[in-house]
C-alpha cells in the first residue's frame, strides 16, 4: 500500500455529527429564526444569475424599499454583515480628503469613526453620553465647525439601548450641505424610521435582528443626492466587493443588463425575502407596536424585580433593546452563565462604552412576544436568588 503523503489526519470533532442545541436568543441579536425562515434557507440552491434568483433580488429590494419608506432605486442587500454594510456606506460615499461628522453615543459610533479614519477621512466625532436620549446641540456646531460632507449616527445605540431621535436631523444636514448617513441595524422593524420624510441619505441594517433571518445579508438604500456623490467621486471606491456601481448593476439598480460581480449567498438572500415577506404581512405599524408593548412589558416587570433601567427616559428606549444596570451584589457574567446553564436563554453583558456596567435583553421580530418576556422575567428572579455574591 503506497504511504499516504497525509501528515495532518482528519479533524476528530469532524468526524462527530454536528451539535446545535435549542437556546431562546434574547440578547442585542442574533434572534432565533422561524420555521418558515429556516426553510427557505435550507431550500436547493440555483445559480446567482438565474431568473429566480433574480426576481427573489427584486422581492427583496421592494421588502427593503418599504421597511425603510423609501422610493430610492438604489437599493439592495450587501452580502455580508451589518459592518459590511457599514463599511460599504463609508467606502463608497467618501474619499480621501471628505470630512466625516460622527455621533459617538456609544459602540457603533466609535467603529463608524474606525472606519472613516482607515479612510483617509477625517472622522471627528461628538461625543455623548451614554444612556441619555438627546443628542446635544453641538451638532448644529460640528456642521458649521467641520463643514463634513457625511454626519453618522445610530438609530438605535444596541450597546446602550437608547433610541436616537432622527426628527429634523436630515432637514438640518441638507441646509449645511452635508449627507445623513443612519446605522439602523438594531432598530428596523423594531421603531419607526422613515427614510424619505427623514431625509436620509444612506441606511442599512442587518438581517438577524427583526427580521430574524441567520446573519449575512445587509440591507442597504442611498437617496439621489447620494447617489450623485458617489458618481461624482474622482477616484474608485477602495474595494472591488463593496462597489456600489456593480452592485447597482448586478442587483438591478441602474437599469444595464445584470452582469456577474459575486457569486450572491443565494440561500441567505431566500432567508432575507421571507424575513421581509412576514415583515411585510405583519405591517410595520403593527411590528413597531408588538415591539413597543413587549418592550413595557419587560421595562415593568424588570422594575418590579427591583432592577434599575439604564435609559431612564422612556422615550429613549430602544424597543428591541433593553438595558440594566448590573445589580449591586452580583457579577453580570454569573447571572448570563445561569441564564443560559439554567434556563437555555442568552443574554448578554455590556459591549463597548457599556462592559461590566449593563446587562442587555433583546426582543427583536418572532422573539417579541409576552411569553418570552414572562420566560425572561422568571429566569432572572432565578438568578437574583442564586447568583448574590456572599460578602467575605
Ligand atoms: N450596528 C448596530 C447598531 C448593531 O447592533 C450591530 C450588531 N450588533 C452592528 C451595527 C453590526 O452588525 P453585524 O454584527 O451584523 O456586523
Known amino acids: 500500500?503506497?504511504?499516504?503523503?497525509?501528515?495532518?489526519?482528519?479533524?476528530?470533532?469532524?468526524?462527530?455529527?454536528?451539535?446545535?442545541?435549542?437556546?431562546?436568543?434574547?440578547?442585542?441579536?442574533?434572534?432565533?429564526?422561524?420555521?418558515?425562515?429556516?426553510?427557505?434557507?435550507?431550500?436547493?440552491?440555483?445559480?446567482?444569475?438565474?431568473?429566480?434568483?433574480?426576481?427573489?433580488?427584486?422581492?427583496?429590494?421592494?421588502?427593503?424599499?418599504?421597511?425603510?419608506?423609501?422610493?430610492?432605486?438604489?437599493?439592495?442587500?450587501?452580502?455580508?454583515t451589518g459592518h459590511c454594510a457599514m463599511e460599504a456606506a463609508f467606502l463608497n460615499l467618501l474619499e480621501h480628503g471628505d470630512t466625516v461628522l460622527v455621533a459617538v453615543n456609544g459602540?457603533?459610533?466609535?467603529?463608524?469613526?474606525?472606519?472613516?479614519?482607515?479612510?483617509?477621512?477625517?472622522?471627528?466625532?461628538?461625543q455623548h453620553r451614554p444612556g441619555d436620549g438627546h443628542f446635544p446641540l453641538c451638532f448644529m456646531q460640528g456642521l458649521v465647525q467641520h463643514k463634513p460632507s457625511v454626519l453618522f449616527i445610530t438609530h438605535g445605540e444596541s450597546s446602550t439601548g437608547v433610541l436616537q431621535p432622527l426628527e429634523g436631523l436630515g432637514k438640518l444636514c441638507h441646509r449645511h450641505g452635508c449627507l445623513l448617513l443612519v446605522d439602523a441595524v438594531a432598530s428596523l422593524g423594531g421603531a419607526p424610521i422613515f427614510m424619505d420624510q427623514q431625509e436620509i441619505d444612506v441606511l442599512y441594517s442587518g438581517s438577524q435582528k427583526v427580521l430574524n433571518a441567520p446573519p449575512g445579508s445587509a440591507p442597504i438604500s442611498f437617496s439621489n443626492q447620494a447617489r450623485e456623490k458617489m458618481l461624482r467621486r474622482k477616484t474608485k471606491p477602495p474595494s472591488f466587493y463593496l462597489d456600489m456601481g456593480w452592485l447597482a448593476n448586478y442587483w438591478g439598480c441602474d437599469g444595464e443588463p445584470r452582469r456577474y460581480h459575486h457569486t450572491a449567498p443565494i440561500n441567505s438572500f431566500f432567508s432575507l425575502r421571507e424575513g421581509l415577506a412576514m415583515l411585510a404581512e405583519l405591517g410595520l405599524e403593527s411590528s413597531w407596536e408588538r415591539h413597543r408593548a413587549n418592550c413595557a412589558q419587560l421595562c415593568k416587570g424588570l422594575s418590579d424585580l427591583g432592577l434599575e433601567l439604564f435609559v431612564k427616559e422612556e422615550k429613549a428606549r430602544l424597543p428591541t433593546?433593553?438595558?440594566?444596570?448590573?445589580?449591586?451584589?452580583?457579577?453580570?457574567?454569573?447571572?448570563i452563565a445561569f441564564l443560559m446553564d439554567n434556563h437555555a436563554i442568552e443574554i448578554t453583558g455590556g459591549l463597548g462604552p457599556s462592559v461590566g456596567k449593563v446587562l442587555r435583553i433583546g426582543l427583536m421580530g418572532c422573539n417579541s412576544t409576552s411569553g418570552n418576556v414572562d420566560r425572561v422575567l422568571r429566569a432572572l428572579r432565578d438568578a437574583l436568588g442564586c447568583c448574590r455574591r456572599s460578602r467575605l
Not at 33 to 54: C, D, S, T, Y
Not at 107 to 120: E, M, S, V, Y
Not at 321 to 335: F, N
Open 107 to 126: 459602540i457603533w459610533g466609535q467603529r463608524a469613526a474606525d472606519i472613516a479614519r482607515r479612510l483617509g477621512t477625517l472622522g471627528t466625532a461628538g
Open 321 to 335: 433593546i433593553t438595558t440594566i444596570r448590573v445589580p449591586e451584589g452580583y457579577d453580570w457574567k454569573d447571572i
Open 1 to 80: 500500500m503506497a504511504t499516504s503523503l497525509l501528515r495532518v489526519p482528519p479533524p476528530q470533532s469532524l468526524l462527530r455529527p454536528l451539535a446545535v442545541p435549542e437556546r431562546l436568543l434574547l440578547g442585542p441579536g442574533p434572534s432565533n429564526v422561524p420555521p418558515r425562515i429556516l426553510a427557505a434557507g435550507g431550500r436547493q440552491l440555483l445559480g446567482h444569475m438565474h431568473p429566480e434568483v433574480l426576481q427573489v433580488m427584486d422581492e427583496i429590494k421592494a421588502g427593503i424599499q418599504y421597511a425603510f419608506q423609501t422610493q430610492n432605486r438604489l437599493t439592495l442587500a450587501i452580502s455580508g
